[in-house]
C-alpha cells in the first residue's frame, strides 16, 4: 500500500506562525492544476505499482480548488494508479472557506476526510495568529461539515502559544471534545525560520511560553483525550480507535509515498525526494520538462535513523524483530542497550519485541529519538 499527496501552494492569507511552503497569490492556480497532473503522470511509475490507499490534499490551502477541480485531481490518480476501493482521502480545509455550497459539492466528490485547521478557539488567539475566521466560525464550520454527512474529521489545534493560558486551552480542548469528531492534531507551538512570530520573538514583542506551561498543555491533552476515548498514537495525534489519518501513518510505517507540487517530498524506500519551493520554478520546469527536484539516496544507516525516528513516534513502537531482520545483529544489540538505560527511568518499556515510548518518555521524545541514531564513526 502507497500513499500520494499533493502539496497545493497557495493560501488566501498568511498566519503568522506557518513557515510552510505557499504563495498568497492565487493567480496560479488553474496553471498549478495542469501541472500537477502532469507530474502525476510524468511520475506514475514512482511507487513501483503498489495499490493506493491513501490521498491527501496538503498546503497551503487545499480548499482553494473547488470540489470538481479536487476530484478532477482525483480522477486523474485514478487514471495512472490501482485505487483501493476503501482509500481514504483527506482535504484539508480552512474553516472559513467551508460554507455550505462548498461542503455540498465536495460530499458529492470522493473526499472522505477533513482536516481543519481551528488552531484556537479564542479570537484573541486567532488575532495574534492572523486567522482569517473568528472561533465560532470554525466550530460552526465543524458542525456544518458534520450536518453535510463528514465522519471522519480531524481539527488541528496550537498550544504553547503566547497568551494561551492554562485555562484558555482547557476551554479548546472542551470546545474540541464537544464536537464529536474522530481525530486531533494538536501541535506545540514552532517558531519557524522567516515567520512574523519569530520576528518578533527576535525583537523581544512576543515572549515563548514557561515550559511548564507547555507542559501543563501537553498534559491536559493526554489525559482528556485518553478520557473521550481517544488513543494517543503518535506524539501529536489522537484519534478514536481505528481512526488513524491512514496518510501520516504511511509514513510514520514507512511506507512508500509520491509527492506532487511544489515542496513536496516523495519516499521510496531507497530515496527521498523533495521538489523545489517555488511556484513558477516548478512550473516552468514541468512545462518544458527541465528539473525541480533533488533527490538522497538513503544509505543503510540512514534507514535505520529513519527507522528510529519514524516508528518511536507512534505507539506501535520500534520493531525489534524487523530491526535484527533488517539491519542485524549489531543494530539489535545497540537497541537493546539504548533501551536498558530509558527502561530504568522508566521513560521506555518493551512490549511483545517492540520498544515503546512510556507517557513519561513521550516529554523526552526527540532526546531518546537521537539516542538511538546510529552515527558512523
Ligand atoms: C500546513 S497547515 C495546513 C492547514 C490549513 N491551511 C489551515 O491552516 O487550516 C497544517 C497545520 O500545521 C500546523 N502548524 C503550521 N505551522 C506551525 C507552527 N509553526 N507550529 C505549530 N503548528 C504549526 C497548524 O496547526 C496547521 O493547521
Ligand atoms: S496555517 Fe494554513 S492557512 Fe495559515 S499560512 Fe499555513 S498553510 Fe496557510
Not at 73 to 85: C, G, P, R, W
Not at 187 to 206: A, C, E, Q, R, W
Not at 228 to 247: A, D, Q, T
Amino acid at each position: 500500500m502507497s500513499g500520494i499527496y499533493f502539496h497545493i501552494p497557495f493560501c488566501k492569507q498568511l498566519c503568522h506562525y506557518c513557515a510552510f511552503h505557499k504563495s498568497i497569490s492565487l493567480q496560479a492556480k488553474e496553471r498549478m492544476l495542469i501541472c500537477l497532473k502532469k507530474e502525476l503522470k510524468n511520475r506514475k511509475d514512482y511507487l513501483k505499482g503498489e495499490n493506493i490507499d491513501s490521498i491527501y490534499f496538503g498546503g497551503g490551502t487545499p480548499s482553494v480548488y473547488s470540489p470538481t477541480e479536487i476530484q478532477s485531481l482525483i480522477d486523474e490518480v485514478a487514471l495512472h494508479f490501482t485505487i483501493n476501493k476503501d482509500v481514504e482521502i483527506t482535504l484539508e480545509a480552512n474553516p472559513d472557506d467551508l460554507n455550505r455550497d462548498y461542503l455540498k459539492a465536495l460530499k458529492e466528490s470522493s473526499v472522505n476526510r477533513l482536516s481543519v485547521g481551528i488552531q484556537s478557539f479564542h479570537d484573541e488567539d486567532l488575532i495574534l495568529m492572523n486567522r482569517r475566521h473568528t472561533g465560532q466560525q470554525a466550530y460552526d464550520a465543524i458542525k456544518r461539515a458534520q450536518a453535510y454527512g463528514f465522519d471522519n474529521i480531524s481539527v488541528d489545534q496550537i498550544y504553547g502559544v503566547p497568551g494561551l493560558t492554562v485555562e484558555k486551552w482547557e476551554e479548546n480542548l472542551k470546545k474540541v471534545f464537544e464536537l464529536n469528531i474522530q481525530h486531533i492534531s494538536s501541535y506545540h507551538l514552532m517558531y519557524d525560520p522567516n515567520t512574523v512570530f519569530t520576528h518578533k520573538l527576535k525583537k523581544g514583542i512576543l515572549k515563548e511560553v514557561e515550559e511548564e506551561v507547555s507542559l501543563a498543555q501537553y498534559k491536559h491533552l493526554i489525559s482528556e483525550a485518553q478520557k473521550h476515548g481517544f488513543v494517543h498514537y503518535e506524539i501529536s495525534n489522537f484519534s478514536k480507535p481505528g481512526l488513524e489519518s491512514r496518510h501520516n501513518s504511511n509514513y510514520w510505517k514507512q511506507k512508500m509515498y509520491l509527492g506532487l507540487g511544489p515542496s513536496a517530498h516523495s519516499y521510496n524506500i531507497n530515496r527521498r525526494e523533495w521538489n523545489v519551493s517555488d511556484n513558477l520554478k516548478y512550473m516552468n520546469a514541468i512545462e518544458k520538462g527541465g528539473e525541480y527536484s533533488e533527490y538522497e539516496e538513503l544509505s543503510f544507516n540512514d534507514k535505520f535513523n529513519d527507522y528510529v525516528l519514524t516508528s518511536l513516534r507512534t505507539m506501535w513502537g520500534l520493531n525489534l524483530d524487523i530491526i535484527k531482520k533488517e539491519f542485524g545483529e549489531s543494530y539489535h544489540k545497540h537497541c537493546l542497550e539504548k533501551a536498558d538505560k530509558y527502561i530504568q527511568s522508566n521513560d521506555v518499556r518493551i512490549e511483545n519485541s517492540h520498544i515503546i515510548l512510556t507517557d513519561k518518555g513521550v516529554f523526552i521524545s526527540n532526546d531518546v529519538m537521537s539516542d538511538f541514531f546510529f552515527i558512523e564513526e
